[in-house]
């Protein structure tokens, strides 16, 4: 059987927990695995094998932020290495923000001896992780805060895309602030020990917290790419149309009114195109039914004029009657924020229904949002051509006893 030469391993501790990682990669040397030169890559660590040996690893803070794209690879200023390697400290890797040194001679000095020095240190690169942490925290927090008042919205996400869409990225966002917020309290925690004088502990039991760690590591990773995996499928839905049809390949029965009710007379599709004339059905944790229906079309009346426009209308039927308040309110909010100073309230009947609300959106149509009980209806009709227009109150009113 062919002798296992390498290895690659999961570490046990995040890359901030400088005394389990000296630890731990101490530990797998005293079984004959070696670091690889520069043998962290994607918070995995690569080992090679060797005879078992008593090898100090030693943390060391990057003075300054370290990366890849730096102009050394990320790696400490090579004035720093032949100075450590002159003490018997060999550089092998980066892990994070820290550079990782061992020695294998057991009558070397330590690599730093002054508690104070290595304080310092920490300190420096506690306020870089700050630094980093309000950057994090702006974009996880202050940012989508901010697309969320220029017209974005969760909930219609969440009754559109599904109810994972948005709650795996908001857990995600807040365990990744959990986690920086975590890494800043262990620095200090660290300073504050060799700020009093006591030294690192190199021989830490890193396995007490291994397989907590192993565990929210990979459930963290299988967050990530169940939520990859939705964000492509709503990608493939929106953008390359897996989920329209054609209104003459739909086979379900429509719970709304469309154009072809609004006027009596000879109905056909003015663009027969998919882009234009297009149905889609979807139903999820917050809607049993969804429907998205586009329409441009033209009805000629028996006295030779013609009804020719446009109906965009989206219909959802909530799991309940408090969702259904929601959607019509988050629907209402958009349209007004994207609508901005085109913003136009109109006066609409209430046609015995739970409520309406009708007003000029963005495109500067006449739009209506019904509720009756758990279903809402979003709609906005337009007319082109030389017809006489039907009034705002006609061609709503037909949608809204379509749901009595």
């Known amino acids: ?27 797998m040397a005293s079984d004959g695995w070696m670091l690889r030169r520069d043998g962290f890559f994607l918070g995995v660590a690569s080992f090679e094998k060797g005879e078992p040996a008593a090898v100090r690893y030693r943390l060391e803070s990057a003075p300054r932020q370290a990366s890849t794209w730096d102009d050394n690879g990320g790696n400490p200023d090579d004035e720093a290495v032949e100075l450590n390697a002159e ?20 009558g070397d000095r330590e690599m730093n001896t002054d508690p104070q020095v290595q304080a310092l240190a920490i300190k420096t690169l506690q306020k870089r992780q700050i630094d980093h942490f309000c950057m994090l925290l702006f974009w996880l927090v202050v940012y989508p805060l901010l697309h969320f008042w220029k017209g974005a919205s969760l909930v219609l996400t969440a009754a559109e895309a599904g109810l ?38 190199h021989q830490k039991n890193w396995k007490n917290g291994a397989t907590a760690y192993y565990g929210k590591k990979l459930l963290k990773v299988f967050l990530v790419v169940l939520w990859i995996v939705l964000m492509l499928r709503t990608w493939n839905r929106d953008i390359m149309d897996a989920d329209k049809q054609k209104h003459s390949s739909y086979r379900g029965e429509l719970p709304f009114a469309t154009m072809e ?53 989206t219909y959802y039927d909530a799991k309940t009657e408090w969702l259904a308040g929601v959607i019509m309110s988050e629907l209402h909010r958009v349209d007004r924020v994207k609508a901005g100073k085109n913003y136009e309230i109109l006066d609409c009947p209430d046609y015995g229904l739970d409520s309406v609300m009708s007003y000029r959106n963005e495109l500067h149509f006449p739009c209506v949002v019904f509720r009756r009980g758990q279903v809402v209806i979003h709609a906005f009709f337009y007319q082109t051509g030389q017809s006489e227009p039907i009034p705002l109150e006609e061609w709503a009113g037909r949608i809204a006893d379509s749901i009595k």
């Open 164 to 201: 994972a869409v948005v709650i795996l990225p908001v857990l995600i966002a807040l365990w990744m602030v959990t986690d920086g917020i975590i890494e800043i309290i262990h620095l200090q925690k660290l300073k504050k020990k060799l700020q009093s004088g006591s030294p690192l502990d």
């Open 1 to 27: 059987m062919r002798e296992k030469i390498g290895t690659w391993r999961l570490p046990p501790c995040p890359p901030y927990d400088v005394e389990g990682t000296e630890s731990w990669l101490g530990d």
């Open 261 to 313: 009710d609004f006027a009596e007379g000879i109905y056909h599709e003015t663009w027969d195109d998919l882009r234009f004339n297009n149905v889609s059905e979807w139903q999820n944790a917050v809607v049993d039914q969804g429907i998205e229906w586009v329409e441009h079309a033209e009805v000629k009346r028996s006295d030779g004029s013609a009804l020719d426009g446009g109906l965009y209308l």
């Open 87 to 106: 003490y018997g400290w060999e550089y092998v890797a980066r892990r994070g923000q820290f550079y990782i040194y061992r020695n294998d001679c057991a």
